[in-house]
């Protein structure tokens, strides 16, 4: 039987700040973290357990995963997993892949699956009377984000660590915002923790624009081993949403 993983301190420590500085979690908070089975998600869910039972601030934590219905890809049995660490777990079976090949018409199939898994997330934490979702995109996702954005659109973007949903009833926080993807990866390989290997195997079928991005990321950081804290300090007033946040200096520094 699964138990909670004590993760490490630096990715408890990086997690907390982000919290603290984009004020993500408030007093009485239903969060519901939208959990794949990939190392991100399931590293998330061990820190957010740690923090529900250390920190002052008391807040409540269930799980949601929306499987897609896409060959190779199972996430069934996080049906087992994640109950047996005493939380909620709401599964949300969606062909995504069928509907996709009806409705959808420019998009990538990546953005378009994203996007239906997050209103799949919405629906399930109104449904269930969450108030907060938690998303496990870290800061190697957002600087591919900021560059994806510039290089192919035009526009200085990337995710947001805090923010509300256009309907205005739920908040959407990211608290991995400041940890590198090795750190998530290290610790799911070292607890052994269930991963899905290929957390969806559609996208690693063919390059994509985001896995060039990546790999020009890797080639510029052997370069400069200050990329990482110099993107995040760019990004920074491009994080914060529709929240106000705190101006802390850069946390990797």
Do not use: W
Request: hydrophobic share 40%; net charge positive.
């Amino acid at each position: 039987m699964p138990t909670a993983v004590k993760p490490p301190r630096p990715l408890v420590r990086l997690a907390g700040q982000a919290i603290a500085d984009f004020q993500m979690i408030r007093p009485g908070d239903r969060l519901l973290l939208g959990l794949s089975g990939g190392k991100d998600s399931l590293s998330l869910l061990h820190v957010l357990l740690h923090l529900r039972d250390k920190s002052p601030v008391k807040f409540e934590l269930g799980t949601a995963t929306v499987d897609p219905c896409i060959e190779g890809f199972d996430p069934a049995f996080l049906q087992d997993y994640v109950p047996a660490l005493g939380l909620s777990h709401f599964y949300r079976r969606q062909d995504i892949v069928g509907r996709a090949l009806t409705t959808m018409k420019s998009d990538s199939f990546c953005a378009y699956c994203a996007r239906m898994r997050r209103g799949i997330l919405y629906d399930t934490a109104r449904r269930e009377g969450y108030n907060v979702l938690v998303l496990a995109q870290h800061l190697d996702d957002l600087a591919e984000s900021f560059l994806m954005s510039a290089f192919y659109n035009g526009r200085l973007r990337t995710m947001k660590a805090h923010y509300v949903n256009d309907a205005g009833d739920l908040r959407v926080i990211r608290p991995l915002v400041y940890v590198r993807e090795r750190q998530t990866a290290d610790f799911a390989a070292r607890e052994e923790l269930p991963v899905i290997r290929d957390n969806c195997p559609a996208c690693f079928r063919m390059p994509t624009k985001r896995q060039h991005i990546k790999m020009l990321l890797a080639a510029q950081e052997k370069e400069n081993n200050l990329l990482f804290d110099n993107l995040l300090s760019t990004m920074r007033p491009l994080m914060s949403g529709n929240i106000q946040v705190s101006e802390n200096k850069n946390p990797l520094k």
